[in-house]
Structure formats: structure tokens, C-alpha cells
């Protein structure tokens, strides 16, 4: 099976998670995945592929030469909730430049004057839906290219080490790495499939928070409301007037940190709104949290003390802390991509993957390309052509 037919094949299988289901699997959908992948492998001859309780998938291909290293490929099977997941319709396109037509019946299209940069896909075949659902490349697209990697590995002579393959549940609820048995998984390092365009390699990656600010009102009639009413929405919408206003995703770039309001839902007497804190440097981050515990004191200054209750909690850091004294495994990839005829280009991860946890876990892991592009959108996309080629680094990375 091509890696294209695969991953039109993993694309059927609705797998959105839930971050509001405390289960890991986050949603049954995914162990459903898991299954399936799970038969693939041993089809393809790893005799110990196997699902732990949690909904991981792991499996390894044995050495077949000594004194190589053992190296791990890992790829999430959930997809984000940012866009609908359910009954894609996917089509590939073979792409000459210009707008692409996604869906002619209700006119939408995937427009250069907003995605310029797909103008340099001319020439390639790309894998788009019909606007009206995400596309799931993020990550089904790292999760065919390592199953494919593994048929070619298992049908040809190469000379490798240990491979430790794994497949996640609920990486974009920032779970991925939370069950993830390290030890077991028995690698000496790893990558990630869940990166973007070819050639790019990231070992940066945000630090990473949340934050749930809840405001405690108290509701009275409006018409004798005067100096007895506290209005919780507006407090929120003030809390967030007093935050850094170009500190948002729409203002910043490349490392730039920022705060993100996710939501925000309540009424007079009850107020929730919830944030992520990214930055890549440590001390801006630090600062970022800094300014909303500054905030919410300012707040219950001015209405009482206990009005506004902010919960802060650390997601995952900059990979980079772990990986600058480790960067023999970024250079093992870079080398690999040269050898292909590739370009590496290291880009800072403006959001976070399986590795960032993975690396602070005593397994180094960067992140690799997967050819895809507009991830958590409508307007998502693949390369079959990129796909092809990141199946081919794979193999390269192995021989090292």
C-alpha cells in the first residue's frame, strides 16, 4: 500500500479528542485507530506490536546489525477539535498553481491571497478536503509515512538497529506524552513525524501554559443594581482589556511569545474564560504568567478580594533546554535530509509536540516534516509528493 492510500485509508477514522473527558484515551474513536494500526503492524511481521490500556500503540523491528543505535518514530493519532472531524471527504489535486477549488457547490476555496505560500506546491499531487472539515494530516500523515517506512524496512536488505515505533492518542489536548512508557518504548532517541513542509527540523518549541480565569459575580435586578451588582462577564472582558493587547497570536511571529483567549462563557453571577500562555524563552514566559497573577490582584483590589480566581498550570517547555547538549540527533536528520537532495531549515515550533514532553522525559526527540501545511482548518493539505519523500528520510535517518 502506498503512503497516500494509507493515509486517505487513516483519514476515515474520526479521532477529534476531547479535552474534556479525563479518560485516555480522551475518545473511543482512537482506540479504534489504535486497533487497526496495531493489526497493520503485525501484518507487516512486528510480532510484538501491541495497545497498552491507555489507547499507545507500540512495536519494534529488531536489529539486524550491531553497534547501531536504537531510534523511535512517533506519530499521534488524535486530530484537534479546532475544525470538524468527522465524514472527510478528501481528493487529491493535481496542483498548477493559482486557487484551488475545494467545494463548487458552496463556493469555497483555498485562496493564494490568503495562503501564498501554497503557490510553491505547483507541480506536486496535494490531498485537500471539501472545506467543510479539517483534513487530519496533522498527524495521519506522520502516522502513514512511519507505517509505510516500516513495510519498505521489513521488505528490504537495510542495515539498522532497534526500531521502536509509537503511535499516541490525545497529543493536541497536551496528553500525548503523558502515559508514554519511555522505558519500555526501549529507544535511545526519537523523532516526531508532526512537523510541516519538507526540509524543516524543529528542536524549538514554545513553553507552554494554561490558565482558567473565573470571576465570581453577584446578580440583581438592573433596575436597582447601582452599587449592589458585579457583573462577571464584564470583569472578564476587562481582565482581558488589561492584558499586553500585542501579546496575541494575530500580532506575533517566529519566536514571539503570547497569550491566547480560548473562550469565554458565563453570565452576571458566574464568569469562566479560558487562556493558553506560550513563549520561547523561559524568563517571557515566566513574565506572561506574571502579568495575570498582576491582573486578577488589581481586579479583587477593585472588587473584592476572591472576585477573580485564576488557576495556572505548566504544560510542557522549550525542548531545546534538553536537545542543545544532545544535537548529534538533530544533525543525524539534517545529514539524512542532505543526502535526499533536501534543504534542512530549523524552524521554531510556534506550538509544541509529543517530543517537547518526550525530551524532558530522558528520550530526545525532535520533530520532522510531514508535508502537510494549514493544519487544524478547513484548508488543510498534504503533498503526496512530500509524503513520499518523508518516508524515504525515514529510511535514510536508520542507516545512519
Avoid at 501491541?50 to 550491531?66: F, L, M, Q, W
Amino acid at each position: 500500500m502506498t503512503v497516500y492510500e494509507r493515509f486517505l485509508k487513516y483519514v476515515s477514522y474520526p479521532t477529534t479528542s476531547d479535552e474534556n473527558n479525563e479518560n485516555c484515551p480522551s475518545t473511543e474513536n482512537q482506540r479504534v485507530l489504535a486497533k487497526e494500526l496495531c493489526r497493520e503492524l503485525l501484518e507487516l511481521g512486528l510480532s510484538d506490536a501491541r495497545i497498552d490500556k491507555s489507547g499507545y500503540v507500540y512495536a519494534t523491528i529488531p536489529a539486524n546489525c550491531e553497534g547501531m543505535p536504537s531510534i523511535g518514530f512517533i506519530a499521534h493519532m488524535d486530530t484537534a477539535s479546532d475544525a470538524p472531524g468527522e465524514n472527510i471527504k478528501p481528493k487529491i489535486v493535481d496542483y498548477k498553481g493559482g486557487d484551488i477549488l475545494l467545494n463548487e457547490a458552496e463556493g469555497i476555496y483555498l485562496k493564494l491571497a490568503d495562503y501564498p505560500y501554497v503557490a510553491d506546491l505547483a507541480g506536486q499531487r496535494l490531498i485537500v478536503t471539501d472545506g467543510t472539515t479539517l483534513l487530519g494530516a496533522d498527524d495521519k500523515a506522520g502516522v502513514a509515512e512511519i507505517v509505510t517506512a516500516v513495510e519498505k524496512i521489513m521488505t528490504s536488505d537495510i542495515k539498522h538497529g532497534k526500531i521502536c515505533i509509537g503511535f499516541t492518542p490525545d497529543e493536541e489536548i497536551g496528553r500525548g506524552a503523558d502515559l508514554f512508557d519511555v522505558e519500555g518504548f526501549g529507544a535511545d532517541y526519537a523523532y516526531t513525524l508532526d512537523g510541516g513542509g519538507l526540509g524543516e527540523i524543529e528542536y524549538e518549541n514554545f513553553n507552554a501554559a494554561s490558565a482558567l480565569v473565573k470571576v465570581h459575580g453577584r446578580a440583581i435586578h438592573p433596575g436597582s443594581a447601582k452599587d449592589k451588582m458585579i457583573n462577571a462577564v464584564r470583569i472578564a472582558a476587562e481582565f482581558d482589556s488589561m492584558l499586553t493587547s500585542d501579546e496575541i497570536p494575530e500580532r506575533t511571529e517566529g519566536r514571539e511569545g503570547f497569550h491566547h483567549l480560548l473562550s469565554l462563557e458565563g453570565e452576571t453571577e458566574e464568569s469562566v474564560s479560558k487562556y493558553i500562555i506560550r513563549d520561547h524563552s523561559k524568563e517571557k514566559f515566566a513574565a506572561i504568567k506574571a502579568e495575570f497573577e498582576s491582573v486578577v490582584k488589581a481586579l479583587n483590589e477593585k472588587y473584592g478580594e476572591g472576585t477573580v480566581e485564576l488557576i495556572l498550570r505548566d504544560s510542557y517547555y522549550n525542548m531545546i533546554e534538553v536537545l542543545e547538549s544532545k544535537m548529534f540527533v538533530v544533525e543525524r536528520a539534517t545529514e539524512a535530509m542532505k543526502r535526499l537532495g533536501m534543504n534542512p531549515v530549523s524552524v521554531p515550533i510556534r506550538g509544541g509536540t509529543d517530543g517537547a514532553r518526550l525530551s524532558f522525559m530522558g528520550l530526545p526527540c525532535p520533530n520532522l516534516p510531514t508535508g502537510g501545511g494549514n493544519f487544524h482548518s478547513r484548508y488543510e493539505y498534504v503533498s503526496i509528493d512530500a509524503m513520499e519523500k518523508c518516508v524515504d528520510l525515514v529510511l535514510e535517518i536508520i542507516k545512519g
